[in-house]
């Protein structure tokens, strides 16, 4: 069975750095994009970043410049890099596996978050 598992997040200070992580187990094929959200107290679920199978990137408004998506050279692994943070980046963060296994059926896979917390 295939399992998103996130990991890295942490209580830090404002100003401060943090890389978050995704690791998927079991067999995974057909991927097609990797992507991270967010989910703050009382708000929706939003995309912060994803990175698509080719490299390409792309990235939330409110995070540009300062986070950054890559991946594993096995595709399998998908990280994110934090850096300048502020209060407002304080949520849960969500891992997420985009595939194709045919031609017109997409179908996401979702880790179940790790909590990042910005705070003096």
């Known amino acids: 069975q295939v399992q998103l598992v996130e990991s890295g997040g942490d209580l830090v200070q404002p100003g401060g750095s943090l890389t978050l992580s995704c690791a998927a187990s079991?067999?995974?094929?057909?991927?097609?994009?990797m992507r991270w959200y967010r989910q703050a107290p009382g708000k929706q679920r939003e995309l912060v970043a994803g990175i698509t199978t080719g490299g390409d990137t792309n990235y939330a408004d409110p995070v540009k410049g300062r986070f950054t998506i890559s991946r594993d050279t096995t595709q399998n692994t998908v990280y994110l890099q934090m850096n300048s943070l502020k209060p407002e980046d304080t949520a849960v963060y969500y891992c997420?596996?985009?595939?194709?296994?045919?031609?017109?059926?997409?179908?996401?896979?979702w880790g179940r978050g790790t909590q990042v917390t910005v705070s003096s």
């Open positions: 997420n596996y985009q595939t194709r296994p045919m031609p017109t059926i997409l179908y996401d896979y």
């Open positions: 079991g067999s995974i094929f057909s991927v097609t994009a």
